[in-house]
């Protein structure tokens, strides 16, 4: 196996041991936030759409550009919807009067 | 790719910046005090990323990318406006957003790459872009079962589950042929196109009630698919937030189904909605007391306690609006008013709370099932909105009862039950309920909105 493979796979690994500690703690009040914001945060797949479109291909270059495009779109519009709806949420979230729970 | 190290080192601190932003932007999920800070570092980090990614000199074409920047934001921020009723349709419409990017850029690279990629690439490719197209038809059906574009009503069909395990099981041996003989890339649409049937079949025996389990399940395996793509692009930004929702997602599924009692296997087959089909025959003769909202509003008022339980009813006869009249009426008159919440209340994981906080009641005042539960005992009067199931005490004392284990709202332990509810009919899984027929029970039969509305003028009026 190859080694930048096998980092990848620790990467991996702590990054899901990281996310289940983390987001166990969030209170089933917010959960609806949780997974819209977090569905925002996946959407850093725009990254590898980018390259795509972006990058010169020798060949199947109009592939890339076409598939790259749509996919930049529907990644951009989950970062952009999801992030928005995220905070209108969190914004109606009040605590009644001045003690905080 | 030339060498430009300069750059290419930028690009991956701006990378490991927002790795860490992202961390961050979770963990202040967790309290509503500082989760707006959350959020913020998550737009930032996602800010740093692109950015980075843009200055990425191997990119030699950027009129598609910033007209594609700028279509996905015009459809984005309609997306991020609607209205909190409809969140369960556009995040599940969102997680098929997310599953299209995916599997696009797989099956690009696919063609760019094979058939030389190499082994293991070529089997992260597969597993992601079969999870990505799954995921993709799955969540425009669940979007659409949501928005009653489809029928809500599970269709089930003898032999389903070989079905659709057969498809599945197709997919994953045509992927396994593609890993050893990538030249074979006429195969390749195969990967794509089973599991997109396999999307749609394993949401059609799916009813509406079972929809936060299933959005909670395709949210995980969008994540899942991003991470698969993290590793065929070896980037370790998207393994990172890939594993991250990948976990968020399988954390709410879990919770989800425990609390609906079924099995965690029961879940990941997306064997949902199919066991309540037998639900029992003989209807419930019993005589049951009904009230008046003028009856209501008297016992309400002398109440010291009372706790209120909301379900899927009250959004769908949009009643939250009243119902914080009746919070806020109710408090002036210094009764301390909460509400229990049962996890798969609405149609996604903490669907209430966004409508109940819409709705300007205070969050401290929305309290979990096992929060509350406690509770009940002390409490004068729990009053049920739409709910049914969640609060079916057959649950825990009926063996045969189809819901039978499923954890339950207490609400049998208050001194007065008081049910609003259209009419005797049974609830989503057909069940009948009997806390109808208990001698601490009231009825009130009526729509949702307007009969909390009587109530509070019955209460205003009493009073001033």
Request: hydrophobic share 50%; net charge neutral; aromatic share 6%.
């Amino acid at each position: 196996m190859k080694l930048d493979l096998l980092t990848s796979l620790y990467v991996f690994m702590l990054a899901a041991f990281i996310g289940f500690e983390v987001i166990r703690r969030v209170s089933p009040l917010l959960h609806t936030p949780l997974m819209s914001l977090t569905n925002a945060l996946d959407a850093i797949a725009v990254v590898g759409a980018i390259i795509l479109a972006g990058e010169y291909h020798a060949h199947g270059a109009m592939l890339a550009r076409i598939l790259g495009t749509i996919a930049i779109v529907a990644a951009t519009s989950n970062i952009v919807g999801g992030f928005l709806i995220t905070d209108r949420m969190l914004k109606m979230f009040k605590a009644s009067g001045p003690k905080k729970p | 790719m030339s060498n430009l190290p300069g750059v290419e080192t930028i690009i991956e601190i701006t990378y490991l910046i927002a790795t860490a932003l992202f961390i961050l932007s979770l963990k202040w999920l967790s309290s509503p005090t500082t989760a707006r800070r959350g959020v913020f570092a998550g737009e930032l980090g996602m800010l740093l990323a692109i950015a980075g990614t843009l200055l990425h000199h191997g990119i030699v074409e950027y009129r598609w990318i910033v007209i594609a920047l700028v279509l996905g934001t015009i459809i984005g921020v309609p997306l991020g406006e609607v209205a909190m009723t409809a969140v369960p349709q556009r995040t599940a419409l969102s997680h098929a957003f997310g599953a299209l990017c995916v599997t696009l850029v797989g099956t690009a690279h696919f063609y760019l790459g094979a058939p030389n990629l190499p082994r293991f690439t070529m089997g992260v490719l597969a597993l992601e872009v079969i999870l990505g197209s799954l995921t993709f038809t799955g969540s425009l059906m669940a979007a659409g079962k949501l928005q009653e574009i489809l029928p809500q009503r599970p269709i089930t069909y003898k032999g389903q589950n070989i079905v659709n395990l057969g498809l599945l099981g197709v997919a994953v041996v045509v992927a396994g042929i593609l890993v050893a003989h990538q030249e074979k890339m006429q195969l390749f649409p195969l990967i794509v196109g089973i599991p997109l049937l396999f999307g749609v079949m394993m949401i059609i025996p799916i009813g509406g009630a079972d929809m936060p389990t299933v959005i909670s399940l395709l949210n995980s395996y969008a994540g899942l698919s991003a991470a698969a793509m993290g590793f065929v692009l070896d980037s370790k930004l998207l393994i990172i937030a890939g594993a991250l929702d990948g976990a968020s997602g399988l954390i709410l599924s879990v919770n989800m189904s425990k609390a609906m009692n079924r099995s965690f296997s029961n879940v990941l087959f997306g064997a949902f909605g199919q066991e309540q089909t037998a639900a029992a025959g003989q209807k419930d003769m019993r005589p049951v007391r009904s009230a008046t909202a003028e009856e209501a509003a008297a016992i309400l008022s002398a109440a010291n306690k009372v706790v209120i339980v909301p379900g899927y009813g009250m959004a769908v006869a949009q009643a939250q609006h009243k119902v914080r009249e009746l919070y806020d009426a109710l408090t002036k008159r210094g009764v301390d008013v909460k509400f229990g919440i049962h996890p798969v209340a609405g149609r996604m994981p903490g669907h209430m709370n966004v409508l109940l906080a819409e709705a300007d009641i205070p969050y401290d005042k929305l309290l979990d099932m096992d929060d509350i539960n406690g509770d009940f005992p002390q409490t004068d009067v729990a009053l049920v909105i739409g709910a049914n199931d969640v609060t079916n005490p057959a649950a825990r004392t009926d063996a045969s009862s189809p819901i039978f284990g499923m954890p339950i709202l207490d609400v049998d332990k208050a001194r007065t039950v008081m049910v609003i509810k259209r009419s005797m009919g049974a609830g989503f899984a057909g069940i009948e309920n009997p806390l109808y027929y208990l001698d601490r029970t009231l009825m009130l039969f009526g729509d949702a909105k307007s009969f909390v509305g009587s109530i509070v003028r019955e209460l205003g009026g009493g009073h001033e």
